[in-house]
C-alpha cells in the first residue's frame, strides 16, 4: 500500500518516472491488487502509452470487473487509440454500473457522436446537464451539435 501511494503522490507531482518504479514495485508485491493496476493504467494513459495503460487497465478490469472508473478510463484510451467501438463499449458499462457517472456520460457522448450517433450523443450529453445543470462544456458541445441548451 506504501508504494502505491507513494507513486500516486509522485505522479501527481510530475515524477512520473518515480512514480512507474513505485507502482512495479507495488504490483511484484501485490499482483493482484485492482486498485494497483488501475492507478499504474491512469499514469501510463497521463504519460501517452497507451497500450501499455490499456494492458494495466485489463488486469484490473480481471480483477475489479464492475469498476465504473476503470471502464470510464479504459474507454477514454481506447478512444484516443482511436478504437471507438471498443471505448464505446467501455463507456456504457461504465454508466451501467454507475448511473450518475456524469464524466462517463459525457466520454460516451463524445464516443457516439465521434461515430455520428448524433441522437445517442445527445441524450448522453442531456444526462450529463441533469446531473450537472451548469456544465458549460456540455452546453457548448449540444449548441454544436444544432441543439439549444439553457
Known sequence: MAQTN????LAQQGKFAEAEA???EALRINPDEEDI????????????????????YQQALQLAPTMPALHNNLGAVLLKQHLTD??????????YYKPDYADAHYNLGNALS???KLDEAVAEYEQVLRLE??????????????VPAN
Open 6 to 9: 507513494l507513486g500516486r503522490l
Open 133 to 146: 445543470p451548469d456544465s458549460e462544456l456540455v452546453k457548448r458541445r449540444l449548441r454544436a451539435l444544432g
Open 86 to 95: 471498443e471505448a464505446i463499449a467501455h463507456f456504457r458499462r461504465a454508466v
Open 114 to 116: 465521434a461515430e455520428h
Open 22 to 24: 513505485h507502482y512495479v
Open 37 to 56: 493496476h488501475y492507478n499504474f493504467g491512469n499514469l501510463l494513459a497521463r504519460t501517452g502509452r497507451f497500450d501499455d495503460a490499456v494492458a494495466q
